[in-house]
């Protein structure tokens, strides 16, 4: 059926307003969740499909969730079919069907109408803490699933709006910060109420028939948007591969990933076939979670600000074979499954810049660097954790140089959260946190943005320190002759010896101790001795690079005294470098 049988300017009402519900779940959630993951760091997504799970409205949340929002919706209706009712919030996190770690705990609520399922309203959030071996629950550690925590598979938490007393005292049971857990889960279900209620307002306004088509019409618009955006992309097969460096545990083997990207009129697709088997180390990444992650670059390259619905994500293919690093099977762990799903967005990133160089930059940092720093606070005798993504440097562009201080591109809109906040709540003290000159950025024409360093120091008498590092031996790339970034490190300091490490799991620090995270900057594009001499001054000036880098990577000489470029001595010695480089 073609929908066209209400008024266009009524339909686009109904759409935005689809939306707005949304962003004012995205909101509600925020300023009533008991943990700063939520409240200060904006980790989760919302979401809403149609009553056969399509995605037909979100509001901006985390990338790496958002694209698994639909998946979620597809289980509940697959799994429970007429034993949905009115009142009803279901609740899942088990990672293969619909998720990505168990941290992040998804809650799906059906919107009826008299009686009719006319869509479900999704909230996908990180909880602190759903039990397993290490406290936080995610541990680069973990072999198996059953070791990173409680598995919830796509159960009642509210059955005809009554709380499931027996689900919701497991969950509780099963949690280090079962204060910080409820508070989360019912922040997050009474969000979803608020958006429920703004889509019955709708259609009591405009009549049900009405927001059903402006539903179908949604998905129709988007599927239309994305073959005219389609057409516009360079045609044919593009490659790309690489190695996951923050694999498994205990060893320094890296993980081979590839991916071959065909794109034509009508579909792109993208085949990951060729990449390293599941591994018993948490890095693997759910096919759904795979999905969401093309899903980010995708959207960068057709369109970053068209609606993200089911229409638009039409002609996207993914291949991924079951058994492999980017399509595991149970009991293959996924606690710290971001570095797989960040490279299945950057294979294809990568095999793409070079020919979409308006849409796409060099390497970037790309690893979460998620971090737990957490314990019995001293003062209270309460538990206290801070869980959070660490920002670096983003690639340069063909035409500027890159952004610095960002979170990496699978956890987007998430922020960092306020120093003053953990220091006021928490016993740590953040030293230092300063963009990453030491270590310094991949150089080119266009130089890479800068990463952090970020120091936390222990104050209470004791706390648990989980980190995991990739994006270290493989640095981010670069582009058309310009520099690799450094690489991310982490270094620790306990009893006066310090030690670079690439992953540490609960580790036990004490008062005093202090955790140095140094995140890389991006990588380089074009040639440094391209460089505009200016900018290298500029970059002198503001403290970024030294006289060092200046005249030995891009061949300018700078008169220190007078901070003046010698444009005699800086023709000489480019020259120079030229032949030296070939």
Not at 415 to 428: D, G, K
Not at 469 to 494: A, C, E
């Amino acid at each position: 059926m073609k929908v066209m049988s209400v008024d266009p300017f009524t339909l686009e009402i109904i759409k935005n307003g689809l939306v707005v519900a949304n962003e004012e779940m995205f909101w509600a959630f925020a300023r009533t969740a008991k943990s700063p993951v939520i409240y200060e760091v904006y980790d989760f997504a919302v979401g809403m499909t149609d009553a056969e799970g399509n995605l037909v409205a979100q509001a901006p949340g985390v990338p790496a969730f958002s694209g698994v929002l639909d998946f979620a919706a597809r289980e509940v209706l697959e799994k429970w079919g007429d034993e949905i009712y009115p009142g009803d919030v279901f609740v899942s996190n088990v990672p293969y069907n619909s998720g990505t770690h168990l941290n992040d705990v998804t809650l799906i609520m059906p919107m009826f109408y008299k009686d009719e399922l006319i869509g479900l309203v999704l909230n996908k959030g990180h909880w602190s803490e759903v039990g397993g071996m290490a406290f936080g629950s995610w541990n680069p550690n973990a072999t198996e699933i059953y070791q990173e925590g409680l598995q919830l598979p796509c159960v009642k938490l509210y059955e005809e709006g009554k709380p499931n007393k027996s689900v919701v005292d497991i969950i509780l049971e099963n949690s280090r910060l079962p204060d910080y857990t409820y508070g989360d889960m019912e922040a997050q279900a009474a969000s979803m109420r608020v958006a429920a209620k703004r889509v019955k307002n709708l259609i009591e306004k405009y009549g049900l028939e009405n927001v059903k088509l402006a539903m179908k019409k949604i998905l129709e618009d988007g599927e239309k948007y994305a073959r005219f955006r389609l057409k516009e992309l360079p045609k044919g097969e593009f490659e790309a591969e690489d190695y996951i460096d923050a694999a498994i545990a205990g060893t320094d083997e890296p993980l081979y990933v590839r991916a071959k990207i065909t794109i034509t009129d009508e579909k792109f697709i993208v085949d990951f076939t060729g990449s390293a088997e599941q591994v018993m180390s948490p890095i693997n990444s759910p096919f759904p979670a795979t999905v969401s992650g093309v899903r980010e670059v995708y959207m960068a390259i057709m369109d970053p600000h068209a609606y993200p619905t089911g229409g638009f994500f039409k002609p996207l293919e993914i291949i991924a074979p079951e058994g492999t690093v980017f399509h595991p099977i149970k009991p293959a762990p996924t606690s710290t499954d971001w570095e797989g799903i960040a490279f299945a967005t950057d294979l294809v990133w990568r095999a793409l810049a070079p020919h979409v160089p308006d849409k796409l930059t060099a390497g970037h940092f790309l690893s979460i660097i998620a971090t737990i720093v957490g314990g019995i606070n001293d003062k209270t005798g309460e538990p206290f954790a801070i869980v959070e993504p660490q920002p670096g440097g983003w690639g340069a562009g063909y035409d500027m140089d890159g952004t610095s201080c960002l979170v990496a591109c699978g956890d987007g809109e998430t922020y960092i959260a306020s120093t003053e906040v953990y220091e006021r709540n928490f016993p740590i003290l953040v030293e230092r946190y300063m963009v990453n000159t030491k270590d310094g950025v991949g150089h080119g024409k266009f130089r890479g943005g800068f990463g952090v360093i970020r120091d936390y120091r222990i104050l209470n008498s004791q706390a648990l320190v989980t980190i995991q590092v990739g994006r270290h031996d493989f640095p981010p790339w670069s582009v058309d002759g310009g520099l690799s970034g450094p690489g991310n490190k982490v270094i620790i300091y306990k009893d006066g010896n310090a030690q670079e490490v690439r992953r540490i799991s609960a580790e036990v620090f004490k008062r005093g101790d202090l955790v140095s995270i140094r995140t890389s900057g991006g990588g380089g594009w074009g040639d440094p001795l391209e460089r505009d001499p200016k900018l290298v001054l500029e970059d002198y000036r503001n403290e970024l690079i030294t006289l060092d880098v200046a005249e030995k990577i891009y061949g300018v000489v700078i008169d220190p005294e007078k901070i003046e470029i010698n444009w005699e001595a800086t023709e000489e010695l480019r020259k120079n470098l030229r032949q030296e480089r070939g």
